[in-house]
Structure formats: C-alpha cells, structure tokens
C-alpha cells in the first residue's frame, strides 16, 4: 500500500490549500484517517482525524478552518484549510487506517507536503 499526499504549497495569509492522500496497492476500504503537522523546530502534532461519516475531532487551533473529509470510492482523504495563517506552517502528513482484502487492520503514512503560509 502506497499513500500519495499532494496539495500543498505557498499561500497568503487568508487563504486556502486542499491537501490529498490518496492510498493505493491491496486495500479493501479505508476506516480512518488523520492528518498530522510538524512546524519547524517543534514536534508533530495532531491537526485533524476521522473515523466515518460525522465522527471527527480537530485540534483547538484550526477548528472552524480546517475540515477533514474522505472519498471511499477513491480511497482518498482530504484536509481543507481555509483561513490560514503564518503559524499554519508546517510539513503536514496523512495518516491513514485500512483493511486489506483479508480484513487485516494496517496503519501508513504518507511521505508529507510542505505548506507555507507567507505573505
């Protein structure tokens, strides 16, 4: 199983970025995901995760900017962000629970996408 994260890049103050993980390889459904965030210097940390329709949780500092969605027909996962600001800053990563064909339970990180928020 292979995670491919994209989207991310250079944005002003107040915008917005839509990150992608999409998972390929051997997998039957994906059951949850997350997405993590290391700023420079600092240690990663939990910016959003989900596990299914309406089950979601959001760190304090992007609840009500950022929201955490999955296309199961695509066995991808997204992090809108919208609103962003400086201390947005970070590598963002895409962590991603699925079951494979014979319903075992694997847990990948996906390789990771910069995102600068700069003006």
């Known amino acids: 199983v292979q995670l491919q994260a994209s989207g991310g890049g250079l944005v002003q103050p107040g915008g917005s970025l839509r990150l992608s993980c999409r998972a390929s390889?051997?997998?039957?459904?994906?059951?949850?995901s997350a997405w993590y965030r290391q700023p420079p210097g600092k240690q990663r940390e939990l910016v959003a995760g989900?596990?299914?329709?309406?089950?979601?949780n959001y760190a304090d500092s992007v609840k009500g900017r950022f929201t955490i969605s999955r296309d199961n027909a695509k066995n991808t996962v997204y992090l809108q962000m919208d609103s962003l600001r400086p201390e947005d800053t970070a590598v963002y990563y895409c962590?991603?629970?699925?079951?494979?064909?014979?319903?075992?339970?694997?847990?990948?990180w996906g390789q990771g996408t910069q995102v600068t928020v700069s003006s």
């Open positions: 962590n991603v629970g699925v079951f494979d064909r014979q319903q075992n339970q694997f847990e990948y």
């Open positions: 390889g051997s997998i039957s459904r994906i059951y949850a």
């Open positions: 989900e596990s299914g329709v309406d089950v979601t």
